[in-house]
């Protein structure tokens, strides 16, 4: 019926650049979320409406970031990253339901566990310097979607008619297809936009509602700022749309038609010692 989720994922890495052709970097991840799912329950009350359940909980994981970065002359710059993928957990999620006084024994408030594992991502990207002001690149990634299979909760207590949960996604590894380019205006100021294409991961026998996934087309653009003493700003803007879909899920029987947009806003800081 509706489904509500927040992530904040904080990234600490570190560069090291070995000489002028040359550098790699390795960081830390750490991810926290919340997550708040609504789902009917599929038994009439005395005013003939459905019950519902809700279920709610905080989770979080780590993980890790490496990548290279080889530039072996001042027009071509060739780079390489793997982003590895985060488990994240939730060791004492709650779950309430709203059904007929006739239901309530077998629909208790209780407690779950859940965990889900999110993607990792392997990407290698070329630029290349048309002239001082003006740099093109090109980008692909393979996103791991295969790791996301079944989605489960496990109840601390069960009945007859609440079961734990194992719903499955069968998702499936992804290609994302990029291009941009950045504008130096001046030593301080560069100016950057782009396109991407990014596949969907999952089949029409799995698409569901929560996360319906869909062939999505996205416009970027953001602007730099590079001081004298090392500081570097970054702004950016993401607008993604997802082509319309239609389908239904084989375990549910549950169809109808996908549409999805998104905006992504975002700001990175970089100091060079």
Known sequence: ??????????????????????????????????????????ALDGSGEYGQGTLSGKANGISFNAGVFFK???????????RHGITVTEEDGTATFEVA???????????????????GT????????VNDKLT???????????VYDTLGF?????TEKLEDIASPRMYSNTNIFRIGAEYRLND???FRGGVY???TPVGDDYITPETPGSNKLGLTCGVGANFKNGLSIDASFLYAEGAERTATNLETNFGGTWKSVGVVPGLGLTYAF
């Not at 650049?17 to 750490?30: A, S």
């Not at 072996?72 to 793997?82: F, Q, R």
């Not at 006084?101 to 993607?119: C, D």
């Not at 496990?154 to 069960?158: E, G, K, T």
């Open 1 to 42: 019926q509706s489904m509500s989720l927040a992530t904040i994922f904080t990234q600490a890495t570190v560069g090291y650049q070995v000489n002028e052709k040359f550098g790699f970097g390795v960081g830390l991840i750490y991810g926290i979320g919340s997550f708040e799912l609504k789902k009917a329950v599929p």
């Open 136 to 146: 093109l690149a090109l980008d692909y990634s393979l996103v791991t979607w295969s």
């Open 101 to 119: 006084s006739f239901l309530e024994e077998h629909f208790p408030t209780t407690t779950f566990k859940a965990s889900l594992n999110m993607p």
């Open 197 to 199: 294409y990014d596949m």
């Open 122 to 129: 392997a990407s290698v990207g070329i630029s290349y310097n």
């Open 154 to 158: 496990d109840f601390a207590d069960n």
């Open 188 to 190: 301080i100021f560069s």
């Open 72 to 82: 072996p002359n001042d027009k071509l710059s060739i780079g390489a990253t793997y």
